[in-house]
Structure formats: C-alpha cells, structure tokens
C-alpha cells in the first residue's frame, strides 16, 4: 500500500500564502512525476502543478506567477508554495504521484477568505 501524506492546508486571507507538502516513499518519489491537484465543491478535480524526475514543471495557467512545484530530496517530498492565494483557489488539494500506476493523497483543504 502505497501512502502519500499531505500536510499544510488551512485557512487564509485572500493575498497570503500556504505551503503544501507531500511525502511518498523514496522509490515513488525518485521514479514518478509528482503533482498537486485540486477539487473544489461541485467540480472535477483538476491538475494545478506538476514536477518531473527530470526537472520539468508544468502548471495550470491560473496558478501561473504565483505557485511553485518543487522537490525536497532529504524528505522525499514535494512542495507546492502558493502565494497570492484568491477566493477562487479554495479547494481541497491532492498529491498525486503519476507513473505505471496513480497514487493519491487524502487531500487537504485549502480555504481562502476574509
């Protein structure tokens, strides 16, 4: 069983930042591409950002200038630091590790408001 274990969600004010992360198994964080999704109420789940073992980062356009994807190799975690957050960024976020199979996290709820 492959277990992928979120933390840092919470509450925000519109204009503030969180920083999400995600640890996986060494195996899976040194082989998979590693990325958050999100899903808010009523909606798909979407992707927000991506990461390669190689380097390469790909992101959703409306997250674009103000997220950022990055790897912490000592941890073999992922992290998703999100600045400038807005109303519409609420949603419940998920780590996923995508490579012969799809992994997910539990989710962790990411709520902007004033």
């Known amino acids: 069983q492959v277990q992928l274990v979120e933390s840092g969600g919470g509450l925000v004010q519109p204009g503030g930042s969180l920083r999400l992360s995600c640890e996986a198994p060494?195996?899976?964080?040194?082989?998979?591409?590693m990325g958050w999704f999100r899903q808010a109420p009523g909606n798909q789940r979407h992707l927000v950002a991506q990461l390669t073992r190689d380097g390469y980062t790909n992101y959703a356009d409306s997250v674009k200038g103000r997220f950022t994807i990055s790897r912490d190799n000592a941890k073999s975690a992922v992290v998703l630091q999100m600045n400038n957050l807005k109303p519409e960024d609420t949603a419940v976020y998920y780590c996923?590790?995508?490579?012969?199979?799809?992994?997910w996290g539990q989710g962790t709820q990411v709520t902007v408001s004033s």
């Open positions: 060494r195996i899976i964080f040194s082989l998979y591409t």
């Open positions: 996923n590790a995508h490579g012969p199979m799809d992994y």
